[in-house]
């Protein structure tokens, strides 16, 4: 992925950005679209920065700038490190499945409302 500017980042300020770096050294920027609780711990439902990405209004209720497209997400679970630190950590494959099926639930509540 092509480096995002600084300029870029500042933009999306009122966002929260998450930087993700693979074993390779690549670094990946996510938005953080929401936070979904499950049990004791919690999860980040993370949507990929693509460089020179313009927040438009998709007329949804988020104001996200999401289109008809569909667009891959990342999920992380957020764990504290040893300085206090969150950090984003990959989810086992059994919490991957209750937090798909918690943020479904979410989706739900959120259309009845």
Do not use: H, W
Request: with cysteine; charged share 45%; proline share 3%.
């Amino acid at each position: 992925m092509a480096d995002i500017e600084k300029d870029d980042l500042e933009e999306l300020d009122e966002e929260l950005v998450v930087v993700m770096t693979d074993e390779e050294g690549n670094e990946y920027y996510y938005r953080e679209e929401m936070i979904v609780p499950v049990g004791d711990k919690q999860y980040a439902i993370l949507i990929p920065i693509e460089d020179g990405e313009e927040e438009e209004d998709c007329g949804c209720s988020t104001g996200c700038g999401c289109s008809e497209d569909e667009v891959d997400v990342y999920i992380a679970r957020i764990d504290t490190d040893e300085n206090g630190e969150e950090i984003y950590v990959d989810p086992t494959d059994e919490e991957f499945e209750e937090v798909r099926k918690a943020y479904e639930e979410l989706m739900v509540e959120d259309e009845a409302e």
